[in-house]
């Protein structure tokens, strides 16, 4: 299938969300990874119970909320420097190696490019700048604007909007497995980015391609892009 624009996910896609855990264990001596893990874990499940209670506040809120739960858990008391440095991380997530590559060469091919998050702008701002990828995208999404998080279907409807074009026309890209679930039920053409060689979620639904690294990423879509 012929495609018109990509829309990125942002956060384990393009940007590592795990690279906070190198902060927090020099803050938190051999506590770090498991920090990082829960923080992310609880952050998503954050998002979708806010989502299905109607009880919305955006990102910011939810990473930080995610934070203070990781920290409690692991049984670690940051002070308030050493949170506002943690939570500062995440607006300076380390970008994968090949991701500026991988976008220029897209951007050069003419294909439209958009970042489609659960973030908010600024902290999306921050990151893509941080990255050194600002100017390479045409659109970045943030679902502060419909006011739900992924999966909800008018967070993923952001897309089609601003391309004008059909969810079918636009390649969603996420490393994300639950992300590209969803993306597929609303009938995105889909690529799972599976950086981490997970297995593929059990929920009766299948991506139409997969891949390693943005590079694969781009190989396919350029492949497929009808211009």
């Not at 384990?12 to 906070?20: A, K, N």
């Not at 893990?37 to 009880?55: A, F, G, H, P, S």
């Not at 692991?74 to 500062?88: D, E, K, S, W, Y």
């Not at 090949?98 to 970042?115: C, F």
Request: overall charge negative.
């Amino acid at each position: 299938m012929p495609i018109k624009a990509i829309a990125f996910d942002a956060y384990g896609t393009l940007l590592d969300v795990y690279s906070v855990g190198a902060l927090a264990e020099e803050f938190f001596p051999g506590k770090g990874a498991d920090i990082a893990v829960t923080w992310r874990d609880k952050q998503i499940e954050y998002t979708r119970l806010r989502t299905m209670c109607d009880r919305y506040t955006d990102f910011w809120q939810v990473t930080g909320d995610g934070l203070d739960y990781a920290c409690a858990l692991h049984g670690v008391a940051p002070t308030a420097q050493q949170r506002a440095a943690l939570m500062g991380a995440y607006e300076k997530l380390t970008a994968f190696d090949e991701n500026h590559a991988q976008l220029t060469r897209l951007k050069a091919a003419g294909v439209p490019m958009a970042i489609l998050s659960n973030g908010t702008r600024a902290m999306i701002d921050s990151a893509l700048e941080a990255a050194g990828l600002d100017g390479l995208l045409d659109h970045v999404l943030s679902v502060d604007t419909v006011g739900k998080f992924k999966t909800a279907p008018e967070a993923y409807q952001m897309g089609p909007d601003a391309f004008g074009c059909d969810a079918s026309d636009i390649l969603f890209v996420s490393s994300n497995c639950w992300d590209i679930c969803g993306a597929t039920w609303f009938g995105y053409h889909t690529i799972w980015l599976n950086r981490y060689g997970l297995p593929m979620e059990r929920l009766g639904v299948e991506p139409m391609a997969r891949g390693k690294s943005l590079k694969d990423v781009a190989d396919y879509a350029l492949a497929s892009f009808s211009g």
